[in-house]
Structures are given as structure tokens and as C-alpha cells.
């Protein structure tokens, strides 16, 4: 028989807000992170970057670097394995130039040298003859005919015949009859709506430090989410055996989605296989804004038809993300996600990738999904507004419920929409009244959450005490997580677990910590390796009383005779059983390997009150409250930070950050002093509610947490910002110049 | 280039380093003294995870040179805790979970023990324009005015 823990209530453990384990080592400065790591012998690294957004390498001449005192390798795109194509292929292109530089701050040559000064100065001796090539950064004018072409025979099958080889992903999705649905409508608007590439912002830049021997065995150790993806990719980039290269995934200072992917690391090991010595490489800022993943740019047309009483009749969008000089834009999540929250009889989307000459965008917190909602819930906001419904009501009356079909095809199992809804209209701040000059926005959001690859292993300790060893990089508390979910079914108290995140040589492969999967599928991982060694325990607990292992149950850290039939024993202690356990069996150990498919989707509903100053037009949020369901929130303190981070991004995105491109195709604010992430001085306390819907496929109900939350916050400022305004806001981001513009227009119109 | 022998004190303790003038204060804690609490957000002054103070004055180690160091005064998040003791803010800190990432928390322990020994009664908006130049993209800064505020109300309390 299985042990089956699954439980929603009744916790003694999950749910509770214990100090984080890696707490101390986090306010001490002892922590350590990408930059952090240090080896005899080591070298400094630095990469030579192209200055033009596009430009055909004529020559790159390396040889006055390589003369240098202190220099002991350089590399350039010769130095990497050839012949691989598809996703590797473009992420080898991005790591190190091959015949064309594709935007403003390409690698193209690396050095290694004794000192980091040395490395620098070497840099700059890298001399690298270009072709200038016509460019393009803009969504819109990179679909046009005519366009310069980043790279022919890009696109997938997926694209229709005809369009221009900048479009290289074409998704489409939808049921009913949009026209017919629309000839239902009392009120149809159609607008468009345009947002701004942001970066993820992560405080820690890009830093790993590796050796690789000309045995082809390695040694990397990183920042990212995901070690197991940089081992794969770093291999294949440098033609060696996986297994070879055991990688460790450092203290995380951050990562949103945009250290998903490999950037240096390959390069790194390059050199240090050239110069055969350890190779420290360390991302300056201006290379993090440059030449690290930032979010798609979008052009978005949205067409809504509704009746009198708020139903919608119909839904309709067209979204375009620029995706850089590669494939990958997330066209179908935008498209997908779009209208999510509703049940809509007639609902049709379309989502297009474009290439243009600006870094390979990377994922960014539910990536795709804010812009469509700020397109999406512009439009509904300013249905209501013109035919004076209330915009909860609204949303409720059209809502997504379990059984509903949804946008994208798939039915709605249980999910928790209506009841972020039903909790937003009961927050006093939705009552609250405002002042002059202030308006309140409301938006729904909503993101898939994902299962994925998952090994855990749980070894017991002589003592009774517990090491649990994840492969989901923590990047936001979950070590915190896994040992309450441990402690819940091992009955052990939550100080008694220390959870670690292994290396790629001592677990099966874990698929990154993204899609807000690793409290789901690491936790559930943690849940069946406990049970595992649950079972284990209750096994050794028969075999000494001489009774079967099915006549044993565990509670509260005990095995136990689970009747009268089974006999009367006196309950045995895990310490009692593992102090012990060398005699009777080995090791009691337990692991779980899967690729769990039950991740809850998530929704939230947004309420914020910005206030204008009409005569600046800056605008301040004044007031933000983040309804969200979290399935079942392990360690709320830390779901309630989730919440509170993805508010704040939204409002950076929504109020002031941006990619700025000159005419030369270069990126104008590659810093935090241009690009101006929210300061503490900026923001107001952000508000929490968490809502419970347990989701059905993960034994404690949980779901995702960490994504959803930035999904509203583009569209519910504003629609706050047009309220205080008096005029609709349809372009990221809403800085000062663009909302003076706008009512300036307004006066003049 | 020829270094520059510099004498200096840490967290109390005097240390020697030699360094190229070029290198930052930033720097030498880092790759000299092995002090990596400090962190390079951005080496222009504009993140603050770089934060300590020198001679008690609140300072971005990225923005000024090693060499300037000599016969100063440095304090790091490394010196803030005595012994096993930790200071009010870590712990405040540990308690509030004013930390996600945890990569501009020693910046930002820093910056704020130089607030509290300045302003041991801070409004919220005085802890937020003090906290202006340390940016954290994790937290939203909510639970960490939070932790500052109460600490500060404990320390009033047991002075």
C-alpha cells in the first residue's frame, strides 16, 4: 500500500512562518553568490562586445591582445563546437558571434588574463574589423516589407507563406465565431497598445567561475535557475560529455526568468580549457541591460464586443513580441493568456515572434502574460467606464469557473478566479474613497504554472534528523518550503530538516526553477521522498515487531501498530529507528523522480490607486492591494513577498522602465541611473490577500505562486492612471512626458 | 603597473594590502581581504549593494579607490553582528522575511544601521528616501521598512 499523505487542511507544519534556513548566512554577508567563489590559480575573464546593432565581422584580429603580459587565453566563435543547430545553435550564436554581429553588445572575442584590469585592457585591444549592416529594433517596423533581414530561413513551419522572414512563430487559437458574436455586442471597442521591453532587474549580474581540462571533464559553478539546463547546453557549446561537467548553482541574487538560459558560462569554460586554469567571469551592469535577456516589446490590437448588462459577446487580439535576433518570443503564452479569466462564447487569438536587432529576450516573470493583460483589460476597463458597469461585477459576470472552456481550448478544472474577485470587492480598499486627482484601477491576471522534470532525495541521519537534496535553484525562500513540507509528512519538526541544493553530479535531472513550479513540483518531489522514507521506516518498525509492514502506520514522527489485530507495541521514534538502522537494512533513504503534470493554474485580481500630477505628470501609486490564489500557501510570509515583488515590477514596468535604442540601433539606458527600476521612496505598502483554492494536483493543494502576481499590475495602473488622468493610456511606459502628452492631446482632440 | 601598499582598518581589525590604484575600495574588500559581503550591482554608485561605511559615513564602495582607504575606517556588513550576537536589524530582518534573493541585503543592513545611529526614530517616508539608493527587485521593500521600523522602535526601547 502507498502511503498517501494528501491532506488541504488539518496542517501542523505547512502553513506556519518559520525563519528561512539560509537566513543567518543572508544578513551576515557569508552567503555566497556567482561572484562569490574564488580557486587558486584563478583568472580573470572579459568579453569584447559588438557596438553596432548589426554588422557582417570582417576580421577580428586578437593578436596585440594576446602579446599582452598577464593575458593567457583569448577566444572567439573558432573556439566552440560546430555544427549544432536549433535552440543550442541560437544560444551558441548569442553566447560568442559567429559570421554577424546581431545587435549592440554581441559577444565576439573573450579574454582571460591574471587580473580583471588586465582582462579589460586586453578587451580593448581586440581589434574587430565590421561591415555595418541596416538594422532594425522596432516590432512593428521589423515585420514591414522591406525590413532589414536579421537572419534568413529563421522561421518555423508555424508561419504562414508570405510574411516576412523576421516573423519566425505564428500561434493561433480561438472557438465560436468572433463576427457573429460581435454583431451581439451593445458596445465593441478596438485599440491598440503598445509596451516597452523591461529587463528582470535582478540585482546580481551574470557571474560563474569554471575550469575544463583538456580531459574533457569540468567544473562550473554559477548563478541560475536552472543547473542541469547550463550542464546540458555548456556541454554541447563545448563538445563534451555531460555527465562530465558537474555544475553548482551558486546563492541566486536574483533571477525572474533571465538566468533561465546560459549567456557566459560557455565561454568561461572556453578559456579556462585554453589556458588550463580556473576562469572567473563576472557580468558588468551595462553587459547585464545589453546582452542578458530582457522581456519582449509588444504591439498589441484588442477588439472586445459587450452587452448592456456586461457580458461579452466576443474577444478578439492580435499580439507581436519582439523576440531580438532570435526565435522565441512567448507569441503563444501573450496569445493564450490573453483572455483566460472568461468564459467566452467567441474568442479568437493570434500571436507573432519577431526577430529584430536587439538582445535574445529571455523570460520574465510569466513571460507574456502582463502585456496581454494591460491590452485585454484596458479594453474591458473602458467598456465599463463608457457603459457604467462596475468593473468587479463585470469580471465575475464573465468569469472562467471550474468546467468553462477556456480561451485557449482546454476545459477549466477547479481553479480560484471568482473567489480573488469575490475577495477584492470585499477589501476595504475597494470602498475606500478616493481623493481628487486620484483614480483605481482593477485588473484579473492569470498564468499556466508548470510541472516539470523533478528529482528529490531525503537521506535520515543517525539522529532522526533529516537532509533533503533539491535540484530547484531557491530563489525566493523555498528551501523554507520544502522542509515544512518535509516536516509535515516525516512528523518532524522543521528545524530538524536541512534542505540543500545539489549539484548536477548528485541528483537525476531537475528541470529549472521557472513557471513558478518549484514549491509545486520540487514540494510534491519532497512529499513522495518522504513518504518513501516514511514507508522505509515503517518497514524496519514491522520487521522488529515481527508483524506485517501493512499492519504499521506513521504519525507525528512514529511508526505505530495500526490496530488491536496488529498487536501491542510501544511506538517507535524515528531517532529510534534510525540510530539503529545500520543494523537492520542500511541507509534509510528516500527519492521521488518524475515529471509531475498537475500544476494548478493561477489567477489574481489587482486594486491600485494612482494619483497624477497634471502638471509633471508623474504619477504615484498610492494605494495597491494584490488578491491572488495561492492553492495553498506553504510558507505565507514568503507568499505574501512573491505578491508584494511582482506588484512592484508591474508598477517599474508600468510607470518607468524601458528599452530606449537611438537611431544607431544602440541602447541608450544601460544602467540603473537611466533605467530606473522603483526605489523604496517610490512605493506604497503593497496590501495582501491570499486566497486557498487547493489545487487538485499536488498533495497539499499548492500552486504556483511566484509568476502570476505581475500579470495584473500593467493594466490595473492603467486603468488607474487613465481614471486619474481622464484620458486612456494605451502605450508602456506610462512616464511623466508620455502622460503630459496624452492630455495635451486630450485638450487639444 | 607598480601597486601601492595601503594600511587600513576593517571592522575594527587593521589590515594591509597592496593594490593597483585603479582598483576599487570595492575590489579590495572582494579579491584582497575575501570581505565578498559587499556586492557589485552596478559599479556606478547607483544599487548600493556595495554599502559600508567609512568612518561611519555611509559610502558606495564601487565609487571610491582602494588607495583612498589608508587610515580610514571601513565597516562591512561583515562587522555588524558582534560575536554571536546578532545586531536587532539582522534579526528583525530573519524574522520579517525582508529578504527574497538576499543579494542587496548587506548593502541594505548596512545603509540602515548607518540611519538608525543617525535617526533612531524614523518616519516610514524617512527609512524610504534613506533606502532610495539600495534597490531590491525581490521584495517590493514592504517587509523591509517593516523590519527597519520595528527594529528601530526595539532598540528606542531597550536604550
Known sequence: ?749 | MSKTHVTTKVNGDEVEFLCDPRETLLDVLRDRLNLTGAKEGCGTGDCGACSVTVDGRLVCSCLMLGVEAEGKEIGTVEGIATGEELHPLQRKFIEYAALQCGICTPGILVATKALLERTPDPTEEQVRYWLAGNLCRCTGYDKIIRAVMDTAAEMREAS
Request: proline residues 6%.
Open chain 1, 1 to 749: 500500500m502507498a502511503l498517501d499523505s494528501s491532506k488541504t487542511t488539518g496542517f501542523k507544519y505547512v502553513g506556519t512562518r518559520p525563519d528561512r534556513p539560509d537566513g543567518l548566512d543572508k544578513v551576515t554577508g557569508r552567503a555566497k553568490f556567482g561572484a562569490d567563489a574564488y580557486a587558486p590559480g584563478m583568472l580573470h575573464a572579459a568579453i569584447k562586445r559588438s557596438p553596432h546593432a548589426h554588422a557582417r565581422i570582417v576580421k577580428i584580429d586578437t593578436s596585440k591582445a594576446e602579446a599582452m603580459e598577464g593575458v593567457k587565453a583569448v577566444v572567439t566563435r573558432a573556439d566552440f563546437a560546430t555544427g549544432i543547430e536549433g535552440e543550442f545553435g541560437n544560444i551558441l550564436e548569442n553566447v560568442m558571434a559567429g559570421e554577424k554581429a546581431l545587435y549592440d553588445g554581441h559577444a565576439v572575442a573573450a579574454v582571460a588574463a591574471t587580473s580583471a584590469l588586465i582582462a579589460r585592457d586586453a578587451v580593448k585591444a581586440i581589434e574587430v574589423e565590421y561591415e555595418i549592416l541596416p538594422h532594425v529594433t522596432d516590432v512593428d517596423a521589423a515585420m514591414q516589407a522591406g525590413a532589414p533581414v536579421i537572419r534568413e530561413g529563421a522561421a518555423d513551419s508555424s508561419v504562414p507563406e508570405g510574411l516576412h522572414p523576421n516573423i519566425v512563430r505564428y500561434y493561433e487559437s480561438g472557438h465560436g465565431d468572433v463576427e457573429a458574436g460581435f454583431a451581439e455586442a451593445d458596445l465593441v471597442i478596438e485599440d491598440h497598445f503598445l509596451t516597452e521591453a523591461t529587463h528582470q532587474g535582478y540585482i546580481e549580474p551574470h557571474a560563474c567561475l569554471g575550469t575544463l581540462g583538456t580531459d574533457g571533464k569540468g567544473e562550473l559553478w554559477c548563478c541560475t535557475q536552472g543547473h542541469w539546463y547550463v550542464q546540458k547546453v555548456c556541454a554541447a557549446l563545448l563538445d563534451v560529455e555531460t555527465s562530465q561537467l558537474r555544475v553548482t548553482a551558486s546563492e541566486i541574487g536574483g533571477g525572474f526568468g533571465g538566468k533561465t538560459t546560459v549567456f557566459i558560462e560557455p565561454v568561461a569554460l572556453a578559456l579556462s580549457r585554453k589556458a588550463n586554469r580556473p576562469v572567473k567571469l563576472v557580468m558588468t551592469r551595462a553587459e547585464v541591460f545589453k546582452a542578458s535577456g530582457p522581456t519582449s516589446s509588444t504591439s498589441m490590437d484588442v477588439r472586445i464586443g459587450m452587452k448592456k448588462d456586461g457580458t461579452i459577446t466576443a474577444a478578439q487580439g492580435t499580439f507581436r513580441l519582439q523576440g531580438g535576433a532570435f526565435p522565441g518570443a512567448p507569441c503563444e503564452m501573450t496569445a493564450m493568456c490573453a483572455f483566460a479569466p472568461y468564459d467566452l462564447k467567441h474568442v479568437h487569438q493570434v500571436g507573432y515572434d519577431v526577430m529584430t536587432n536587439r538582445p535574445k529576450q529571455a523570460a520574465y516573470r510569466a513571460p507574456g502574460s502582463p502585456m496581454a493583460a494591460f491590452a485585454v483589460e484596458s479594453v474591458i476597463d473602458e467598456l465599463c467606464n463608457k457603459l457604467g458597469l462596475d468593473p468587479i461585477d463585470t469580471r465575475l459576470k464573465n468569469a472562467s469557473r471550474e468546467g468553462t472552456r477556456a480561451s485557449f481550448g482546454p476545459k477549466w478544472p477547479r481553479i480560484g478566479l471568482v473567489e480573488t474577485l469575490e475577495a477584492a470587492k470585499a477589501h476595504p480598499h475597494y470602498s475606500a474613497p478616493l481623493k481628487p486627482g486620484q483614480g483605481r484601477g482593477i485588473s484579473c491576471g492569470f498564468w499556466f504554472n508548470h510541472g516539470g522534470e523533478t528529482a528529490v532525495s531525503l537521506a535520515l541521519s543517525e539522529d532522526g534528523s533529516a537532509q533533503v537534496a533539491v535540484g530547484t535553484p531557491d530563489i525566493g525562500g523555498s528551501r523554507a518550503s520544502m522542509a515544512l513540507m518535509a516536516a509535515e509528512v516525516l512528523g518532524i519538526p522543521y528545524e530538524d530538516i536541512r534542505v540543500t541544493i545539489a549539484d548536477t553530479a548528485t541528483l537525476g535531472y531537475n528541470e529549472i526553477s521557472h513557471g513558478s513550479r518549484v514549491t509545486y513540483a520540487s514540494g510534491l518531489a519532497t512529499i513522495k521522498a518522504a513518504e518513501d522514507a516514511v514507508q522505509k521506516l515503517c518497514a524496519r518498525a514491522a520487521a522488529k515487531w515481527g508483524i506485517p509492514e501493512d499492519a504499521v502506520y506513521w504519525e507525528d514522527g512514529y511508526a505505530k501498530p495500526s490496530g488491536p489485530n496488529a498487536g501491542e507495541f510501544e511506538p517507535l521514534h524515528i531517532g529510534d529507528i534510525t540510530a539503529t538502522m545500520g543494523a537492520t537494512g542500511g541507509p534509510i533513504c528516500g527519492h521521488f523522480e518524475a515529471t509531475p503534470e498537475g500544476a494548478g493554474v493561477s489567477f489574481a485580481t489587482h486594486i491600485v490607486d494612482a494619483e497624477v500630477d497634471p502638471e509633471t505628470g508623474k504619477t504615484s501609486v498610492v494605494r495597491y492591494t494584490v488578491v491572488q490564489d495561492a492553492g495553498k500557501a506553504v510558507h505565507p510570509t514568503y507568499v505574501e513577498g512573491q505578491f508584494q515583488g511582482g506588484a512592484a515590477q508591474g508598477i517599474g514596468w508600468a510607470l518607468n522602465e524601458e528599452y530606449i535604442y537611438g537611431e544607431d540601433g544602440r541602447l541608450q539606458n544601460a544602467g540603473f541611473l537611466d533605467y530606473r527600476i522603483p526605489v523604496a521612496s517610490d512605493l506604497p505598502m503593497i496590501d495582501t490577500v491570499i486566497v486557498e483554492v487547493p489545487n487538485p494536483g499536488h498533495p497539499f493543494g499548492v500552486r504556483g505562486v511566484g509568476e502570476t502576481s505581475i500579470c495584473p499590475p500593467l493594466a490595473a495602473i492603467a486603468n488607474a492612471v487613465s481614471a486619474a488622468a481622464g484620458v486612456r493610456m494605451r502605450q508602456l511606459p506610462m512616464r511623466p512626458s508620455r502622460i503630459l502628452e496624452a492630455l495635451e492631446s486630450a485638450v487639444d482632440g
